[in-house]
């Protein structure tokens, strides 16, 4: 059973780092975030501060900021509504009323009409004239970029794996849905994995490159680079992208083998041989491929604890010439404006997957210099929520 916290009515608030003992280690500005938090818990000031018109707005603002952490989920839930109800492509340049779409969702009209205003609150949907319903600047961004929508209905795992966040926390929750979702997290032979064990994934991954290789390719020009391996490249969506982009460039894939054969087919598909090769083994105990003077991973390293992540990063370096690049390219923690995102969303993510932890830039170029790059440097990118990147040389 979930742990059910019992707020205790008669006990006054006590904050850490109060004690006589603590104080003298406290710095200045301890001192100072001790002082605010204890204005802010108190119920008094809270109802001065929302009364008076200077401090009006700031805490009208805080009370929505904690009230959307507390209902995160029910817009997420809204969200998935209209995905699973393909509303935005529905609504997309046709606008609609309650009537006309409550047919084709199933729903009746008071139905479809409670979905449609919240939709609008949340900014997916806007109001049109004649009482009909057309996409807002969520839905339509949502629209344009490809693999959210696909994000959005996995959640459906995620979101069951974390009922018990503390269970999760703490080891006991067992196997997890997501673990199943990416079988070769945890799994001490992940290439014997079956094709169907990868299908899920591999479409997953694909789907959301679209918003991932643009990000990647206008943030690093392979210009005078001969040849890409993309280790952990999935069916090959990333090197498609960059053979459009750079058509002398050679493209080498490693994964594992059922996914190496998916990236063989996407290849083959798109005219590709003479170009791409795709090789199936496992990063964790196979040798690299030779030959490439650039090397990728891209939404890897993350995946890893320090230890695997750390091996993994001294393989590419040794299947590099000395000079050869490596782009490390995920999202990660602390990124300004979008710190929610790495420690909170990817961190939960990952703790459900069952293995690795989302790393800040300085974290990873610490454990780039431990596998022996001799330099490192963070790059900008266009979205840095969804993607940062670090060029190492080896
Ligand atoms: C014309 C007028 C009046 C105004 C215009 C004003 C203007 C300039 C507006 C800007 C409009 C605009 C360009 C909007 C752009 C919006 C964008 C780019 C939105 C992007 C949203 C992206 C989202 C929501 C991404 C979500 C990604 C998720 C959830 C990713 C999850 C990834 C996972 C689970 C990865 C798993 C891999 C593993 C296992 C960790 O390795
Ligand atoms: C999160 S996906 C990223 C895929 C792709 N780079 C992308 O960004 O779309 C991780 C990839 O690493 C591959 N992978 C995981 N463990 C592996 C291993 N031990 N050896 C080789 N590939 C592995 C998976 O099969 C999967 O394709």
Redesign the pocket.
């Known amino acids: 059973m979930p742990e059910i916290a019992q707020p205790n009515r008669s006990a006054p608030a006590r904050l850490p780092g109060t004690d006589k003992g603590d104080r003298k280690q406290q710095t200045l500005r301890d001192r100072w975030l001790d002082w605010r938090d204890r204005l802010i818990a108190n119920s008094r000031f809270q109802r001065w501060a929302a009364a008076f018109p200077l401090t009006r707005p700031i805490a009208q603002r805080r009370a929505t900021a904690l009230f959307d952490l507390c209902a995160g989920f029910v817009y997420s839930q809204i969200l998935l509504s209209c995905v699973q109800l393909k509303l935005f492509e529905r609504l997309a340049g046709d606008p609609q009323t309650p009537a006309q779409l409550a047919p084709r969702l199933s729903l009746t009209e008071q139905q479809a009409h409670r979905l449609l205003e919240a939709a609008v609150a949340l900014h997916l949907l806007q109001r049109r004239s004649g009482g009909r319903y057309g996409l807002g ?2 839905g ?3 629209l ?2 490809g ?2 929508a696909e ?2 209905a ?2 459906a795992l ?1 979101y069951r794996d974390l009922a018990d966040p503390l269970a999760l926390l703490r080891g006991e929750a067992g196997e997890t849905l ?1 673990q199943g979702f ?1 079988s070769y ?1 945890r799994s001490p032979a992940p290439a014997e994995a079956a094709p169907a064990g990868v299908a899920g ?1 591999s479409d ?2 694909s789907a ?1 490159q679209a ?1 991932i290789a643009e990000e990647l390719l206008e943030a690093y020009a392979l210009a005078d680079c001969r040849c890409l391996m993309d280790v952990g490249g999935g069916q090959g969506t990333f090197l498609l992208a960059a053979a459009q982009r750079w058509p002398n460039l050679q493209l080498r894939l490693f994964d594992l083998p059922a996914v190496a054969k998916r990236a063989e087919t996407v290849f083959a598909r798109a005219g590709l041989n003479e170009r791409a090769t795709a090789v199936g083994g496992d990063f964790h105990c196979d040798p690299l491929p030779q030959g490439a003077d650039i090397v990728s991973l891209v ?2 390293v ?2 890893h604890d320090d230890e695997a992540a750390l091996a993994l990063l001294a393989a590419v370096r040794t299947a590099l010439p000395r000079g050869g690049r490596l782009l490390l390219a ?2 990660m923690s602390g990124t300004p404006g979008a710190e929610a ?1 790495g420690a909170a ?2 961190g939960f ?2 703790l459900a ?1 069952g293995s ?1 932890r989302p790393r800040t830039p300085a974290e990873l170029r610490a454990l780039l210099a431990a596998a022996g790059y001799r330099r490192s440097r963070l790059m900008t990118t266009r ?1 840095p ?2 993607l940062r990147l670090i060029v190492a040389e080896a």
């Open positions: 600047p969520h339509a961004a949502l344009g970029n693999g959210v994000m959005v996995h959640h995620l997501l990416w997290a994934y997953l991954m959301s918003m939404r890897i993350h995946d995920e999202p995102a969303y990817f993510y990952l997957m690795g979205q929520l969804l």
